[in-house]
């Protein structure tokens, strides 16, 4: 039987790499994942803004997003 992750195994395992977040307010943001704490508040390095169809909305850079405004997050892109 294959090994079952935790969530925050997941997030671990995506430090320092990129990530595609979903949030609440129906924007998806792409970037490299910097830290994240208990709350699943995370902090973004190299953040975008996408569109449905993968294509760059905004050059963001930074970015901190608080854990109650995400939906979901992906590993990798």
Known sequence: ???QKRPF????ES???NILV???NGKTISGKLI????????????AKEVS???ETVREVGKLF??????ISISPGE
């Open 15 to 17: 430090k320092g790499k």
């Open 9 to 12: 195994d997941v997030l671990n």
């Open 35 to 46: 830290a994240f704490d208990p709350h699943i508040n995370i902090s973004m390095e190299n």
């Open 65 to 70: 997003i608080r854990g109650d405004m995400i």
């Open 22 to 24: 979903e949030l609440k």
């Open 52 to 54: 449905q169809s993968g």
């Open 1 to 3: 039987m294959a090994e």
